[in-house]
């Protein structure tokens, strides 16, 4: 079954690094999302993508965050200067080309360190 | 306060039992995803709804539009059904989440 896959698994950094997350998403999705999830607290939206262009984006989404899809499979989030409270399992999910409202498929996870 | 909002947040449960987990929501959606979450952190899709009912397995899943509220069932639990449980609305272009139930299934 195909499944979203995201790399690394679990980043360190330091605090003011850029960091880059990468995502392939299902290979007939349209929709891209990125999710983050600080340790013990809920799950919260970061952007939707579509079309090569931002769809929606959070409060959290400020210039510090970026998304790209460089090729047809990469999916990237990017965050030029890392805080400590960034510190969060980021997750990528992707949805079918039916419209926007369908099951999303979610990635692992990149657990994300901040020191 | 929480757009959406799960009861409770916690359930221990003997293995057999019926299971209830309640999801009410404040905002206008398009649908409502039951998600899975295990002790590794991986989020599974277990449902989308837009009405009524739907059933896989074990798992029941309501929706009632009118009064802004759903419900997750799992029938005769078991210790493998242990596992963060999260209701999330799809609101314009994204999925806002509950906080989750935290459920323990013992043999």
């Known amino acids: 079954e195909p499944e979203v896959t995201q790399t690394p698994s679990h980043q360190v950094t330091q605090m003011g690094q850029e960091v880059i997350l990468r995502c392939v998403p299902i290979s007939n999705h349209l929709y891209f999302y990125w999710y983050r999830q600080i340790l013990g607290q809920k799950v919260e939206f970061l952007v939707s993508f579509y079309n090569n262009e931002i769809s929606e984006k959070s409060e959290i989404f400020d210039d510090q965050f970026s998304v790209e899809r460089p090729d047809g499979s990469n999916f990237t989030l990017k965050i030029r200067s890392t805080k400590l409270e960034d510190s969060a399992m980021y997750f990528c999910?992707?949805?079918?080309?039916?419209?926007?409202?369908?099951?999303?498929?979610f990635g692992p996870g990149t657990r994300l360190t901040v020191l | 306060k929480n757009e959406v909002e799960q009861s409770p947040q916690n359930l221990t449960a003997q293995e057999g039992e019926f299971i209830t987990i309640n999801c009410s929501y404040s905002?206008?959606?398009?649908?409502l995803h039951w998600l899975q979450q295990h002790p590794g952190g991986g989020i599974v899709s277990l449902f989308m709804?837009?009405?009524g009912k739907k059933k896989h397995g074990r798992l029941i899943a309501t929706i009632n539009i009118q009064e802004k509220h759903s419900s997750l069932h799992i029938t005769a639990s078991h210790p493998r059904d242990s596992a963060v449980y999260i209701c999330?609305?799809?609101?314009?272009?994204?999925?806002?989440f509950g906080t989750g139930t935290r459920l323990q299934v013992f043999p």
């Open positions: 709804l837009s009405s």
């Open positions: 999910a992707s949805t079918v080309s039916r419209g926007r409202i369908d099951t999303q498929y």
């Open positions: 905002v206008g959606i398009s649908a």
């Open positions: 999330a609305v799809h609101n314009t272009d994204k999925l806002i």
